[in-house]
């Protein structure tokens, strides 16, 4: 009696497997059609073409700003350590030289005057800058 339930689980247990492979065969060409695989890179397609182009609309409604029309930007820099930097900016119609250090940001020295034209600031020599003017300034 045994051997005769063991024989019947093992039947029951191989005919449904068998006929499931039959039929995953079947289907399995088809996933491979040419049809199949130009629906599914045109879906990805879409996808990203939707995704990029929704990130192109959110930076253009954001107004990114890509020029140097910005009321704070950065005249020249240069660094004094090996994570500390010095920054001469312009805000508005004031220049600022400011400390930039891993602890924080500090503000340097305001300047009254520019020190930096219009003209010399597209010249990117800070250091030969920041040299000619510091030695002028009383420092804290």
């Given at each position: 009696m045994?051997?005769r339930?063991?024989?019947?689980?093992v039947v029951?247990?191989?005919?449904?497997?068998?006929?499931?492979?039959a039929d995953?065969?079947t289907n399995?060409?088809?996933?491979?059609?040419?049809?199949?695989?130009?629906?599914?890179i045109?879906?990805?397609?879409?996808?990203?073409g939707?995704?990029?182009g929704?990130l192109?609309?959110?930076?253009?409604?954001n107004?990114v700003?890509m020029?140097h029309?910005?009321?704070?930007?950065v005249?020249?820099?240069?660094?004094v350590?090996?994570r500390?930097?010095?920054?001469?900016?312009?805000a508005?119609?004031?220049?600022l030289l400011?400390?930039?250090?891993p602890?924080?940001?500090?503000t340097?020295?305001?300047?009254?005057?520019?020190?930096?034209?219009a003209?010399?600031?597209?010249?990117r020599?800070?250091?030969?800058?920041?040299g000619?003017?510091l030695?002028?300034?009383?420092h804290?």
């Amino acid at each position: 009696m045994p051997l005769r339930s063991l024989l019947l689980s093992v039947v029951t247990v191989v005919v449904p497997v068998h006929s499931l492979a039959a039929d995953s065969s079947t289907n399995s060409s088809g996933l491979f059609s040419g049809g199949y695989l130009l629906q599914v890179i045109g879906s990805l397609l879409l996808v990203f073409g939707c995704i990029f182009g929704l990130l192109f609309l959110l930076k253009k409604l954001n107004g990114v700003s890509m020029g140097h029309h910005t009321p704070v930007r950065v005249i020249g820099s240069t660094r004094v350590g090996t994570r500390e930097k010095v920054l001469l900016l312009q805000a508005g119609e004031q220049q600022l030289l400011i400390g930039v250090a891993p602890g924080g940001v500090s503000t340097l020295h305001v300047f009254e005057e520019p020190v930096v034209s219009a003209d010399q600031s597209k010249n990117r020599d800070f250091g030969a800058l920041l040299g000619r003017v510091l030695p002028t300034e009383n420092h804290r």
